[in-house]
């Protein structure tokens, strides 16, 4: 899910994933630029774990007090949604596989 695409302003290649309303957003690791973005409901058919978090800011770590939800991205879709849907940012940090 990371690392893929270059940042058009600042030219690094680390990105995070945001869920913002309805919206998956790649967003640069550093100056926070969206480089890409679809529907969140365009993803939700996937098991990749990952932890949802409300998003501290760009190159930020979440505390672990901020997590929403963590799990396979289809279980914890409807509290993503929830979360992010007054506006909030939810950062997704997929798990690292094996």
């Known amino acids: 899910m990371n690392n893929m695409l270059a940042c058009p302003s600042c030219g690094l290649d680390e990105t995070e994933s945001i869920v913002h309303g309805g919206s998956y957003i790649l967003r640069c690791a550093a100056c926070g630029e969206a480089i890409v973005a679809t529907s969140f409901m365009a993803m939700l058919d996937s098991d990749h774990r990952c932890s949802a978090f409300v998003d501290p800011g760009p190159g930020k770590h979440p ?36």
Not at 74 to 91: F, P
């Open 63 to 98: 505390a672990p007090d901020m997590l929403v939800a963590d799990g396979p991205l289809r279980q914890i879709a409807t509290a993503i949604s929830a979360a992010a849907r007054d506006g909030t940012l939810i950062r997704l940090i997929p798990e690292a596989k094996d």
